[in-house]
């Protein structure tokens, strides 16, 4: 059993930037491949990054690419998201999430535990 907590939203101006943070239990974290989602009112959830078990490989949203940057320490229990030059259109719930497995992957349905989200607003 995995269990996710997320943290770092909150309200930016367009053009700012905010790290999340989501900070995993257990002692086999490094065994799990991490993403992070979105979710925003009215649609549906939707990959952001990915990184694999070494961090060594990651995967990110066309929207998201060079902007955002997913990164892990598997000695803190950690994956962190690093978002820069964020746009209005990035509004929404962040979810961490974590599978068995030490691939990256896209699809929200591949993953075994969610944290409960954290909100970022972007303004105009």
């Known amino acids: 059993q995995v269990q996710l907590v997320e943290s770092g939203g909150g309200l930016v101006q367009a053009g700012g930037s905010l790290s999340l943070s989501c900070a995993a239990s257990?002692?086999?974290?490094?065994?799990?491949?991490m993403g992070w989602f979105r979710q925003a009112p009215g649609k549906e959830r939707e990959f952001v990054a990915g990184?694999?078990?070494?961090?060594?490989?990651?995967h990110y949203a066309h929207s998201v690419k060079g902007r955002f940057t997913i990164s892990r320490d598997n000695a803190k229990n950690t994956v962190s998201l690093q978002m820069n030059s964020l746009k209005p259109e990035d509004t929404a719930v962040y979810y961490c999430?974590?599978?068995?497995?030490?691939?990256?992957?896209?699809?929200?349905?591949?993953?075994?535990?969610w944290g409960q989200g954290t909100q970022v607003t972007v303004s105009s």
């Open positions: 999430a974590a599978r068995r497995g030490i691939l990256v992957v896209v699809s929200a349905n591949e993953y075994d535990y």
């Open positions: 257990g002692r086999t974290f490094s065994s799990y491949g």
């Open positions: 990184i694999d078990w070494s961090g060594s490989n990651t």
